[in-house]
């Protein structure tokens, strides 16, 4: 065959064929020596896996963290490593370590040229321990030193000092609904929970009162104005099942309770058939998720608190005027719902106390100057 330009086809195709496998060549080696992914059984890790932690020079080795729920015991584990092409490491992917001391892996590269040294940490997820005393005389200063929070061991009490802050900013520290009463707790100094008037702003939002009140949990301070309920938030990770809580409180009723509307009306009207009262709740729950942890909000105490996630509940619904330091016991009983205990070590269940100076204060009704002092609070949890 002559094609038209004069050269035989036969002699192109030849060309053709001597071009191509001219360009083939055998790729080199990969020069990479690295771990993409460590992977365990079950589903066991907690929290995503950083693969570019720097070169720690302590150990001389790329440290590789990984967490593990607590259920997990990590004397006895096996993990995979997926690794770039043609590497290979050593101790073997697979191979069972006990991870109560960290593990060294060295990875080579597919053309041996290359290692990279690896430390692996395999360590059981922490969980804030809740302390089993609460004195209410450490506090520190929030909002640009405008108002004080309690804390103890690494527990926080939220209230909504922040939203009032939002409508009363220009407030002494003492005028807010929580604050640190200095000497006149049952031992040292107290919480000091105080109904108080939100001010003009609280009023255009239509929220005239904020009950002094403190929980375990969190405040979402931008739903604040727009939502206090759904703001307010119940429940920090627990790990031990709580049966009881003690302690003492002073309770005075405000002298003037008043609805919402009579509050927002400011006629000086009230309501002379019925009177304030202070509440406290301690609440057990499951939380369906663990990462990330479920609270219950607000809306549960306008629910009467019935939710299905509450396996334990204690309430004192309505704290009446005391004379003097008074103590309480709230004994949490079971609404029926068995505990979990592998899904209680991992820190799947939540626990809350909850305090408020104004009983209906959810609601924006209450008396104003309505005070509840607490201090020295036991938690009582099973052995």
Not at 293 to 313: H, K, M, S
């Amino acid at each position: 065959m002559i094609t038209s330009n004069g050269i035989p086809g036969i002699a192109i195709a030849a060309t053709i064929i001597l071009s191509l496998t001219g360009c083939i060549q055998e790729e080199a080696p990969n020069a990479e020596a690295d771990i993409i992914e460590c992977t365990l059984p079950n589903g066991h890790v907690t929290q995503p896996i950083n693969y570019n932690e720097p070169f720690r020079d302590d150990l001389g080795a790329y440290p590789l963290y990984v967490e593990v729920s607590n259920s997990v015991d990590v004397s006895s584990l096996s993990p995979q490593f997926k690794l770039t092409p043609g590497a290979t490491i050593s101790p073997a992917s697979g191979s069972e370590h006990n991870f109560n001391d960290s593990i060294f892996y060295t990875v080579t590269s597919e053309d041996g040229k290359w290692q990279r040294k690896y430390c692996v940490f395999i360590y059981n997820r922490k969980v804030i321990n809740i302390p089993s005393f609460f004195t209410f005389d450490r506090i520190f200063w929030e909002g640009n030193n405008k108002y004080q929070s309690f804390f103890e061991g690494d527990i926080k009490w939220c209230s909504g000092n922040g939203g009032f802050a939002l409508t009363k900013g220009n407030a002494k520290p003492d005028e807010y609904p929580v604050c640190y009463g200095a000497s006149i707790g049952h031992t040292g100094g107290c919480a000091v929970l105080k109904t108080r008037l939100t001010g003009d702003l609280g009023n255009m939002a239509g929220k005239p009162i904020a009950a002094g009140s403190i929980h375990l949990g969190d405040f979402n301070i931008i739903d604040a104005l727009s939502d206090a309920l759904k703001s307010t938030l119940f429940g920090i990770s627990c790990t031990k099942v709580p049966i009881a809580v003690k302690g003492w409180y002073q309770y005075t009723s405000g002298p003037e309770y008043r609805t919402k509307e009579q509050f927002l009306n400011n006629t000086g009207d009230y309501d002379r058939n019925r009177k304030d009262h202070g509440n406290m709740t301690a609440v057990f729950y499951k939380s369906s998720t663990i990462i990330p942890f479920e609270t219950l909000d607000g809306y549960v105490t306008n629910n009467n608190w019935n939710d299905p996630r509450i396996v334990a509940i204690a309430r004192i619904e309505q704290l009446d005027d005391t004379d003097g330091w008074t103590e309480f016991e709230l004994k949490l009983k079971n609404t029926g719902r068995e505990i979990d205990r592998a899904w209680l070590l991992d820190g799947g269940y939540g626990f809350s106390m909850i305090f408020s100076s104004s009983a209906e204060a959810g609601n924006f009704c209450g008396a104003v100057g309505s005070t509840l002092l607490l201090d020295d609070i036991e938690i009582i949890f099973e052995n």
